[in-house]
């Protein structure tokens, strides 16, 4: 599933228009980036957690030569599923 494929989804479940209903995904979306980006997790009740984590910086290889270079630092965003999401998979 697509994003496109999302807000057709939940325009029709929730009897929203198109428009509304894309309104609605980006909002979410905007929101969970913007948390996470201020370094807040966000909890979502039976379905999941996204938080950040920090990177080390850390010795690589360059594949296509062998060359050793250095993998910088980063934050980067993880999500863990939670118990609701887990079942419903299973």
Request: aromatic share 4%; net charge positive.
């Amino acid at each position: 599933m697509n994003k496109s494929e999302l807000i057709e989804a939940v325009a029709a479940s929730a009897s929203l228009t198109k428009s509304g209903a894309g309104t609605a995904v980006d909002t979410i979306f905007d929101t969970i980036q913007g948390a996470l980006s201020r370094g807040d997790s966000v909890s979502l009740i039976s379905f999941g957690t996204f938080s950040v984590s920090n990177r080390a910086a850390r010795t690589g290889r360059n594949p296509r030569t062998g060359e050793t270079i250095q993998i910088a630092a980063s934050r980067v965003a993880k999500f863990k599923a939670g118990k609701g999401l887990k079942d419903a998979l299973n």
